[in-house]
């Protein structure tokens, strides 16, 4: 597997582990440092103890439900962009 290490690459734990100096639990998700040995990182994907998370582009949502906020409707017939005294009835 050809892997190039992007340091700002998320990657998650597949089991409970030590790593370096720090305890994962399965599931958590971590980043190396700068400067990490990448055959270090290598080794933990190839032994299956990471993978790398994809960045997906998640749609934001702006209340508890998942709707999307709302588009603001005009408050007053200025905001519409009609003359409403030239309307004959």
Excluded at 14 to 35: A, H, N, P, R
Excluded at 46 to 61: R, V, W
Aim: charged residues 40%.
């Amino acid at each position: 597997m050809k892997f190039k290490v992007l340091y700002d690459t998320q990657f998650k734990v597949l089991y409970d582990t030590q790593i370096s100096t720090k305890l994962y639990k399965k599931g958590d998700e971590m980043e190396f440092v700068q400067g990490t040995d990448e055959l270090f990182i290598k080794r933990l994907i190839d032994i299956n103890c990471i993978e790398p998370i994809a960045k997906q582009d998640k749609p934001k949502l702006t209340d508890k439900r998942g709707t999307k906020k709302p588009k603001e409707q005009p408050k007053d017939d200025q905001d519409l962009g009609i003359d409403l005294d030239e309307i004959e009835e």
